[in-house]
């Protein structure tokens, strides 16, 4: 089975701190995204990316950045967290860019960020 | 704006039932159709998807319809049961990206 695990379940930061947010996957997928989830807006995307070192915007990457250094493992970034970035934020991979692959991601079980 | 959206935000359904949810879209440049189910607590959940050049996949108790022409899909889930209670979410996959809709909530009654 593909895991995808996420480094918190919960997190509470101040205003104006740094965050790191830890996506490690387990299948040697090739793509990974960052999105977030707010009521009544659904699932919305942030950065993705299909190979290492390799990094594209989503539909809402303002205020965010990320980091892929290692096949498994993408990194979201906030670089001063604000209280509009309170949300749960979830983590996807999926197989090779191109295809059908790409649409079946396997999700993390998420991180619920706090912004005080 | 493109978007893909759904009907109901809430769908309440007798244990045993069928049930439907229905999606609405609005890119008929997509390449997949997908629906994913989140349970409490946890990721979404790939359940089924659909090529754009067919109109009907059938799965596990579960059913894909995609009619191109009013640019309509719809998840059916044969005998509810109550692990079936979710949010269920259509998404449209085009160029390697998944774009979400927003949700219906799956209710079983007793």
């Known amino acids: 089975d593909v895991k995808v695990t996420q480094s918190s379940r919960y997190l509470v930061k101040r205003t104006g701190e740094k965050v790191f947010l830890e996506c490690v996957q387990d299948?040697?997928?090739?793509?990974m995204f960052w999105y977030r989830q707010d009521p009544g807006l659904g699932l919305r995307l942030i950065y993705f990316?299909?190979?290492?070192?390799?990094?594209e915007k989503g539909d809402i990457p303002e205020g965010y950045s990320v980091s892929r250094e290692k096949k498994e493992r993408f990194s979201l970034i906030l670089e001063s967290a604000s209280t509009n970035q309170t949300s749960m934020y979830l983590c996807?991979?999926?197989?090779?860019?191109?295809?059908?692959?790409?649409?079946?991601?396997?999700f993390g079980p998420g991180t619920r960020l706090t912004v005080t | 704006g493109e978007s893909v959206g759904l009907h109901l935000p809430t769908l309440s359904v007798q244990e045993g039932d069928n049930s439907i949810i229905n999606c609405a879209y609005s890119?008929?440049?997509?390449?997949?159709f997908i629906w994913y189910k989140q349970e409490s607590g946890k990721g979404p959940q790939f359940i089924i998807d659909?090529?754009?050049?067919?109109d009907k996949r059938q799965g596990q108790r579960v059913t894909v319809l995609l009619n191109k022409t009013v640019k309509h899909l719809s998840l059916q889930i044969a005998a509810t049961q109550p692990g079936d209670s979710a949010v269920y979410f259509c998404?449209?996959?085009?160029?390697?990206?998944?774009?979400f809709g927003k949700g219906t909530r799956l209710h079983i009654l007793p």
């Open positions: 299948m040697d997928h090739e793509n």
């Open positions: 659909i090529r754009s050049n067919m």
């Open positions: 990316s299909y190979d290492v070192k390799m990094k």
């Open positions: 890119n008929s440049a997509s390449d997949y």
């Open positions: 998404a449209e996959g085009r160029d390697d990206k998944i774009i």
């Open positions: 996807a991979s999926s197989l090779s860019a191109g295809g059908q692959d790409s649409y079946e991601q396997y």
